[in-house]
């Protein structure tokens, strides 16, 4: 069974721009999750998606957004990148949208901003 | 507020010595889960424990809930290189709202020297 996959590995970026992360989830996984892992903070919760509906959302600016299609691979976009962006962007997808199911994570994409 | 407090946060030591990790609320959660994230792969799954007073153990690791269910520790015995890695906890609870919510703890760097 394939696991997460994140795409692409390594990003970098200057303020200002715009980027697009892309999620697949495992196969027959309706859910996915979006986090920001930036150094000394741990896993900050960004979105969360089930069954192509956004479900909640963490304590991120609107700029932060994203959505689910319906094969349930998931997109994330952040508009107008500050250097406080940088930081590695986990995906990870659960069978259903309840969320004490164990997450299975990708491997993640590195922002860097310049 | 970090609603789940991890310590210690930084741990080095030698091969074959003991440790324990500690991960602590004032919050009750319904289930907790242990995850282990080595340098450039997202965090994998290691144990869910649901149970207030339950032990569950994984070769070398014995994972531990309160029986409050508001704090679980991980305690590994002889350590081992392979060890080394983002130990991280994180617990389901219900908000106010009546959703359930899964937070992360910022993790323990554990490394284990040859």
């Known amino acids: 069974e394939a696991g997460v996959t994140q795409s692409p590995t390594h990003l970098i970026k200057t303020r200002g721009q715009q980027v697009t992360l892309r999620c697949s989830p495992i196969s027959g996984h309706t859910s996915v999750y979006w986090y920001q892992q930036a150094l000394g903070l741990g896993l900050q919760f960004l979105l969360w998606y089930d069954e192509g509906e956004e479900r909640n959302r963490g304590n991120f600016p609107p700029r932060f957004s994203g959505r689910q299609f319906p094969n349930y691979s998931s997109e994330l976009n952040v508009n107008a990148l500050e250097l406080e962006d940088s930081a590695l962007y986990l995906c990870?997808?659960?069978?259903?949208?309840?969320?004490?199911?164990?997450?299975?994570f990708g491997d993640g994409t590195r922002l860097s901003i310049l | 507020t970090q609603l789940l407090e991890q310590s210690p946060q930084f741990l080095s030591i030698q091969e074959g010595e003991n440790l324990t990790v500690y991960c602590n609320s004032s919050s009750v959660f319904s289930s907790l889960q242990w995850y282990r994230q080595e340098p450039g792969e997202g965090p994998v799954l290691l144990v869910t424990?649901?149970?207030?007073?339950e032990v569950k153990k994984l070769k070398r690791l014995t994972f531990q809930f309160g029986d409050a269910r508001k704090d679980s520790s991980l305690h590994i015995t002889a350590a081992q290189p392979g060890d080394t890695g983002l130990y991280l906890c994180?617990?389901?609870?219900?908000?106010?709202?009546?959703?359930?919510?899964?937070?992360f703890g910022k993790g323990m760097k554990l490394t284990v020297n040859p």
């Open positions: 994180a617990g389901t609870y219900l908000t106010q709202g009546g959703s359930e919510k899964l937070v």
């Open positions: 424990v649901v149970t207030g007073g």
């Open positions: 990870a997808s659960v069978p259903t949208g309840y969320s004490n199911q164990p997450q299975h």
